[in-house]
């Protein structure tokens, strides 16, 4: 049994077709991501690209309202505003793509914060010097600031004492 896309369907529609081709051509990755995010903010909104673009075209005023309120929505669920940034940005580019120009100025809480890391810190000297410690004598190489140097020097020099021992006669060794 295979998976099947959840909005793999939406490629059956022309026009969505042709933007995820255009997409596609610079980026996979991309284009799949886009026609995912079309597909969930279509779900949600109950709606599809085609209406989305007769709204966009009817009234922009109208449809600067409906994007806003779905903004306001997510963020009252608590949705990351980088991930929320990624509904507007495939929605400007759906319309952009069908020759709407449009502007969203929709301020968007978070919109440029990681979640993930927005509260990682240096650590300071006597945390980096317990984490040392509790290291292990090839993870304290490695922590250390030239320490992926050093690994890659002991590599290579291992490779190189390998391929000698391996394939060449030690200069050493006699000839019988």
């Known amino acids: 049994m ?6 793999q369907d939406l490629l059956l529609v022309e026009d969505v077709r042709r933007w995820f081709e255009n997409l596609r051509v610079k980026s996979v990755l ?5 026609l995912r995010n079309l597909g969930h903010y279509c779900e949600n909104m109950h709606t599809n690209p085609k209406e989305i673009l007769n709204k966009a075209r009817a009234n ?9 309120d779905f903004v306001r929505d ?11 940034a990624r509904f507007k940005k495939v929605i400007l580019s759906w319309l952009k793509f069908n020759g709407i ?3 969203l100025a929709i ?7 990681t979640r993930t890391i927005a509260n990682e810190k240096v650590p300071s000297k ?12 090839r993870g304290r190489v490695i922590n250390s600031p030239d320490g992926i140097f050093r690994v890659k020097a002991r590599i290579s020099w291992q490779l190189r004492r390998h ?3 391996a394939i060449g006669r030690p200069k050493w060794a006699k000839i019988i």
Do not use: C, H
């Open 2 to 7: 295979t998976i099947q896309p959840k909005y």
């Open 30 to 34: 991309t284009a799949t991501v886009a």
């Open 60 to 68: 922009e005023k109208d449809f600067r309202y409906e994007f806003a």
């Open 74 to 84: 997510m963020e009252s669920k608590r949705k990351a505003g980088s991930y929320i």
């Open 101 to 103: 120009r449009l502007q």
């Open 107 to 113: 301020n968007i809480s978070g919109e440029n914060e």
């Open 126 to 137: 006597e945390e980096l010097a317990r984490t040392l410690r509790k290291a292990t004598s």
């Open 163 to 165: 391929r000698r021992i």
